[in-house]
């Protein structure tokens, strides 16, 4: 079955710092989205990014659809920003939608 | 807008007892509905998906069973609780399959 790689696994950073989160994924996909899971378990949409490049705020994201991978900016962090978030995406041959997930990056932003 | 809600937000049962978990959208008709399972420091498995009332399909064989008795509301159940199944379970909704999901609050379950 498809694979979803999500990089680094773990990641901590001052209060201001910049980071990039990476989803490697290993067939087509009809769907991908970037969620950021709240102390609470909540999941909460960033974006919705089958292909190209988005922007909400201090977060970006870019999905290269033809090279299968797709990146999570999150500019001046702030220790809001922590938590686990995750890449899940929708195989283009499928038809549940079913979402595929990595298993997250553990952010941890420090004042 | 659309809202998605789940109840009980949290849940503790001993082995061997029934359970009800339910969810239900609002603000949307002839929704996709899906229950996934997260089990503690891992990412989501999708556990069921409906596309219609009375339509179900299961993803992983289990002691789970899943109804939509009406278009916006999806029910877990299960007749005797497993230690395995505790966990975070979520429901998720969607116009169709390749569009965007959007999650509920979740019930964390735990089983003594």
């Given at each position: 079955g498809i694979q979803v790689e999500q990089s680094p696994p773990d990641l901590i950073l001052q209060e201001g710092a910049n980071s990039t989160l990476r989803c490697n994924f290993s067939d087509s996909v009809n769907n991908l989205q970037w969620f950021h899971q709240n102390p609470w378990g909540q999941l909460i949409n960033l974006f919705y990014i089958p292909s190209g490049t988005k922007q909400n705020g201090r977060l970006s994201a870019t999905t290269v659809a033809t090279e299968r991978y797709s990146l999570l900016y999150i500019s001046s962090?702030?220790?809001?920003?922590?938590g686990v978030y995750f890449c899940a995406v929708v195989l283009g041959?499928?038809?549940?939608?079913k979402l595929i997930f990595g298993q997250g990056t553990t952010l941890q932003v420090k004042p | 807008s659309q809202t998605i809600h789940q109840w009980p937000a949290t849940l503790v049962q001993p082995v061997g007892s029934p359970l009800s978990l339910e969810c239900t959208v609002e603000g949307t008709s002839n929704p996709n509905l899906y229950w996934y399972r997260q089990a503690a420091g891992r990412g989501l498995q999708l556990l069921f998906y409906s596309v219609g009332i009375g339509q179900i399909s299961s993803e992983v064989p289990q002691n789970l069973s899943a109804s939509r008795p009406q278009d916006r509301q999806f029910i877990l159940s299960s007749k005797k609780l497993l230690l395995s199944d505790s966990g975070f379970y979520l429901c998720a909704w969607t116009r169709d399959r390749h569009n965007e999901q959007f999650f509920g609050p979740g019930t964390r379950l735990t089983v003594l």
């Open positions: 962090s702030q220790t809001t920003d922590s041959s499928g038809n549940t939608g | -």
